[in-house]
């Protein structure tokens, strides 16, 4: 068994309401995740489930004024991300997690490439210098798109967002 240290995330007990007319619809209830260093997890559920929900309420990125979370923690590296600054939140989000929506029209600028994309999240959030390591941020954006399954990463990555469509 391995030991705490290599918890990566650890949700405990997480509710999510959200603010609706004439009170909350209660999203999340009781929600539990441990992810260990090194694991792949797939959070899988039909629609309306909760799963963009969560996903959110780890970055801290729900609607401002319209959620509200009366119990539970979430950690990240043995630090309560409910706890941090709006500084903290930004380092985490810049540097440590990311989060991939569903429709990549909304997530991704359709007059970029995917790879020009993938590789400005990796150029920003490594110590990158202006047009320095361009064939290694190639090969890290293809390593990326391969670690999730997509099919012909080279291809992928010089397709724009609207032609992933059913891929």
Not at 66 to 86: E, N, T
Request: aromatic share 8%; hydrophobic share 40%; with cysteine.
């Amino acid at each position: 068994m391995k030991n705490k240290e290599n918890i990566l995330l650890n949700i405990k007990d997480l509710h999510v309401w959200y603010r609706v007319y004439g009170g909350y619809l209660k999203v999340l209830n009781s929600v539990h995740l441990m992810v260990r260093e090194g694991e792949r997890v797939g959070l899988v559920g039909e629609a309306g489930c909760g799963k963009t929900t969560t996903m959110k309420s780890i970055l801290q990125i729900l609607p401002p004024g319209d959620f509200h979370i009366p119990q539970g923690q979430i950690f990240y590296k043995g630090q309560d991300v409910l706890k941090m600054s709006f500084k903290e939140l930004q380092r985490l989000r810049s540097r440590e997690i990311a989060m991939i929506f569903q429709d990549p029209t909304a997530a991704l600028n359709p007059v970029f490439i995917i790879g020009t994309q993938i590789g400005d999240v990796i150029k920003y959030s490594s110590a990158f210098e202006e047009n320095e390591h361009k064939e290694k941020i190639k090969e890290q954006s293809i390593k990326a798109l391969k670690e999730v399954y997509l099919p012909d990463p080279e291809r992928m990555r010089i397709n724009y967002s609207f032609q992933l469509s059913g891929v």
